[in-house]
């Protein structure tokens, strides 16, 4: 996975469940860093439980996101809710157009050996005791992610027109890419734009290769392949608790809808 995780942390498993390490205090200022909240992810494998034909019908909601994330020095990205983008800093921004349902990974918070608090994503059953649940975006859709360096100056993060104005005011330097969330086909693919640096004419392409996309959402010839797009962080810990929400999502799918 390369957009927006740098590395799949090492996990422990023990039977069917998976260990994630948190903060030492959940909501503690100490851990001001810590993120809570929206993180969109690179799409992640669900088992379907319904026909291709039946998929709109088990996504009853939809959205449009904007996320945005700060590199930091190790690499790692924090999504938190600043918008404003400074000089000599690296940025993600993330739009997120989704269909989705939500499911819920169990958690429940034990401590190790060493005394450090612990995730458990558990299996639901009378004999475990859930302290947690994480949300979980299920769907299919469409993302935007621009890569940005702030060259000068300070830049509105919020809005792909002030990106392209500050990209044609040399502002700022990136890439942007358009993705499909569980959505392909023959009519698709030719509609996806390539790669390319920011400016005002490849953030209006996109724009335009989006609506033409979303269009195509209800063709009885698009592929529609649900997927986990994205968690809503509620336990903190920030790319530790996400990489382990990340592993344990690989190694046991979500049955949906269940």
Do not use: H, W
């Not at 088990?58 to 690499?75: H, Q």
């Not at 404003?84 to 989705?100: A, F, P, R, S, T």
């Amino acid at each position: 996975m390369r957009k927006f995780l740098i590395l799949i942390a090492i996990v422990t498993l023990s039977g069917c469940a998976m260990q994630i390490p948190l903060p030492g205090s959940l909501g503690d200022p100490s851990n001001a860093n810590d993120y809570y909240g929206y993180r969109p992810l690179d799409p992640l494998p669900v088992e379907l439980t319904v026909p291709n034909e039946q998929v709109l019908a088990v996504l009853p909601d939809e959205t449009i996101r904007i996320a945005v994330g700060t590199f930091s020095m190790d690499g790692g990205i924090t999504y938190g809710p600043a918008i404003v983008g400074v000089e000599g800093n690296n940025y993600v921004v993330v739009l997120d157009y989704i269909k989705y349902g939500t499911d819920s990974l169990p958690v429940q918070i034990v401590k190790d050996n060493q005394g450090n608090r612990i995730a458990k994503l558990v299996e639901v059953n009378n004999d475990v005791q859930i302290d947690a649940v994480v949300p979980v975006y299920i769907g299919i859709g469409l993302r935007l992610t621009a890569n940005i360096r702030v060259n000068k100056g300070k830049i509105n993060l919020g809005s792909l027109f002030a990106l392209g104005a500050a990209a044609k005011a040399e502002k700022l330097s990136g890439t942007m890419v358009i993705q499909t969330l569980g959505i392909s086909g023959p009519e698709i693919s030719g509609l996806i734009p390539m790669p390319g640096e920011i400016s005002e004419s490849t953030i209006q392409n996109a724009i335009l290769s989006l609506a033409s996309i979303k269009a195509k959402i209800y063709d009885s010839k698009t592929e529609k392949s649900p997927r986990v797009v994205a968690v809503y962080n509620n336990l903190g810990g920030n790319i530790e608790t996400i990489n382990g929400f990340i592993s344990s999502l690989l190694v046991y799918p979500i049955e949906f809808p269940k």
